[in-house]
């Protein structure tokens, strides 16, 4: 009495019928809707579905779902709820895996595929933590693959410490510096980011570093 696994992704809205799935950047509250069907002629107690690997960047809100009661021929649907956290590769596609446990001990697996998209803007953080001593962190997201470059200026217009200056593709980025030779003071970090059609996009934030 084999549970057949139907398969259908709730979101985004939309999505027809294919491989890979593409799932938007640093979402929250997606659905994956699995539904179970008894081809068998018993009623099935208690058929768990769980998700049994996954990416750290994916978070469910639960990783079980129980089915009371399964009767022959009929159909059920189970929910999960997770989150994209933005550290997620941009993409790159990855496998999530279902087990279906029925209850005489029987288990059956769906594996799917997700890809997550780019972002939609680019965007330079505030740096964290700010003030700091003398370690920060600044970050940063492409929406496209390309050159950038991160510089640290004081107050007169000096560089004092160049951070990236290098490619770097689409998604969130994160850069740590280390300003224990400095003084205290205002310091202002600037990026430039230019795409392969040659694009370019310029935001500078300011930071302090407080001894």
């Known amino acids: ?48 579905v769980s998700v049994q690997n996954r990416p750290d960047w994916i978070s469910f809100r639960s990783n079980e779902a129980i089915i009371d009661q399964l009767e022959s021929s009929a159909e059920k649907p189970v929910s999960f709820t997770f989150s994209i956290d933005k550290t997620a590769p941009v993409g790159k596609e990855h496998a999530i895996t279902f087990l279906i446990d029925g209850p005489g001990g029987q288990t059956w697996t769906k594996t799917i595929t997700v890809r997550i998209s780019a972002p939609e803007k680019f965007e330079l953080f505030q740096n964290f933590p700010n003030p700091f001593n003398p370690t920060t962190t600044i970050s940063y997201q492409l929406s496209s693959p390309g050159r950038v470059r991160l510089v640290v200026y004081n107050l007169l217009g000096q560089e004092v410490a160049t951070l990236v200056d290098a490619e770097r593709e689409a998604g969130f980025h994160q850069e740590l510096w280390h300003a224990s030779s400095l003084a205290s003071g205002l310091y202002i970090y600037r990026i430039t980011a230019t795409d392969k059609s040659g694009d370019k996009i310029v935001d500078n934030k300011t930071m302090s570093l407080v001894k």
């Open 1 to 48: 009495m084999k549970p057949l696994l139907l398969f259908s992704l709730c979101l985004p809205v939309g999505l027809s019928a294919q491989t890979v799935y593409e799932l938007p950047f640093a979402s929250q509250d997606n659905t994956i809707e699995l539904a179970v069907e008894n081809t068998g002629s018993l009623t099935l107690d208690n058929v768990t």
